[in-house]
């Protein structure tokens, strides 16, 4: 799948326009019908080149910032806390700035710049219809996992 467009959202700096390419190429490349969004089981149809090809985007315009394998490290750190998944996702949600004291960001919320907290971009969770929820973690272990099995293979 072609990333072209995404990359030069981000090279124009057009944070919310380059989130909303992800969430689309994302979407285009997982989602089978059915559910609004991608499921936990759908995760595993998403091509490794696509997830390569997305994290470097991010990263290269981003110097390291932001990505899906800056957020899949931090992920890693926390989950290696051996914390309980609604809390492990609260502990990433607040590092990676998806959670404040209102709970779960929702896509007007996440910041159109390049200065949030390392992992900040792009928002994975807008590829679910709904952020707090069990269904929402679920999928989103299922998707690092993904991408990490992806990142592994070289």
Same mark, same amino acid.
């Given at each position: 799948?072609?990333?072209?467009? $995404? %990359?030069?959202?981000?090279?124009?700096? =057009?944070?919310?326009?380059?989130?909303? =390419?992800?969430?689309?190429?994302?979407?285009?490349? !997982?989602?089978?019908? !059915?559910?609004?969004?991608? %499921? &936990?089981?759908?995760?595993?149809?998403?091509?490794?080149?696509?997830?390569?090809?997305?994290?470097? &985007?991010? &990263?290269?315009?981003?110097?390291?910032?932001?990505?899906? =394998?800056?957020?899949?490290?931090?992920?890693? %750190?926390?989950?290696? =806390?051996?914390?309980?998944?609604?809390?492990?996702?609260?502990?990433?949600? $607040?590092?990676?700035?998806?959670?404040?004291?209102?709970?779960?960001?929702?896509?007007?919320?996440?910041?159109?710049?390049?200065? !949030? +907290?390392?992992?900040?971009? +792009?928002?994975? +969770?807008?590829?679910? +219809?709904?952020?707090?929820?069990?269904?929402?973690?679920?999928?989103?272990?299922?998707?690092?996992?993904?991408?990490? %099995?992806?990142?592994?293979? !070289?």
């Amino acid at each position: 799948m072609d990333t072209g467009a $995404l %990359e030069a959202l981000l090279v124009a700096g =057009e944070w919310r326009a380059a989130d909303d =390419e992800t969430r689309r190429l994302l979407l285009g490349a !997982g989602d089978q019908g !059915g559910f609004a969004g991608l %499921e &936990s089981a759908e995760t595993a149809l998403l091509d490794c080149a696509l997830l390569k090809a997305i994290d470097r &985007s991010w &990263s290269n315009a981003t110097e390291g910032r932001y990505g899906i =394998e800056v957020q899949s490290r931090i992920l890693a %750190e926390i989950r290696g =806390e051996g914390l309980p998944r609604k809390t492990t996702w609260r502990l990433f949600g $607040l590092r990676v700035g998806w959670v404040d004291s209102n709970g779960w960001a929702e896509a007007d919320d996440v910041l159109e710049m390049a200065d !949030g +907290p390392p992992g900040h971009l +792009p928002w994975i +969770p807008g590829t679910m +219809p709904t952020v707090a929820t069990g269904r929402t973690y679920d999928m989103l272990f299922e998707f690092y996992k993904r991408f990490d %099995e992806c990142a592994a293979d !070289g």
